[in-house]
């Protein structure tokens, strides 16, 4: 158990540190006008400060609902993530396109594990809580790597695009 607690505040801690370097690593290329996006620099920004919150006052919140409170923060990023670049001009970022979709499946496991654990009372450890650990813990290092690098690396706007395109050959046949 307080290997856990330990290896749990010490992931924690290197994905707040993550996010915050991605933030300095855009908030240079902004700077030195590399060809980077706004979006992905005000993204980073909003990441950081998201995750920064739910990591540090956790302690606040250590009650049962720490997966909702962490779904609400998600929420609450791809809301300001949102409304922070819908009027920016510039290109269009992949990284946010990452973020979106880490945050939309971190949200989903938050909302199921607090189902799991609050509302079906679930006691005996069982696979879901090992996926969940994994996944979330992958889904932002993936989200990190995203706002680095800003690149398709997983391929998933490809792969994106190809279901949209097979949708569409679909309901025109």
Known sequence: MFLNLNLSMYMGTFIVWGFFMSMIFNFFMVLLNVDRSYKTFITSIIMFISYFFSDHFNDFF????????????????????????????????????YVYFGLIINSIFFLLMYLDLIIFETRETWWFWTAYTVSVNIIDLMMIVALITDRDYLKLIRLKKLVQKTMIKKALN
């Open 62 to 97: 250590s009650t049962n609902h720490i997966f909702l409170t962490w779904a609400l923060y998600d929420l609450s990023a791809i809301l300001l993530i949102f409304l922070a670049t819908k009027y920016l001009k510039n290109n269009a970022s992949i990284a946010i396109n």
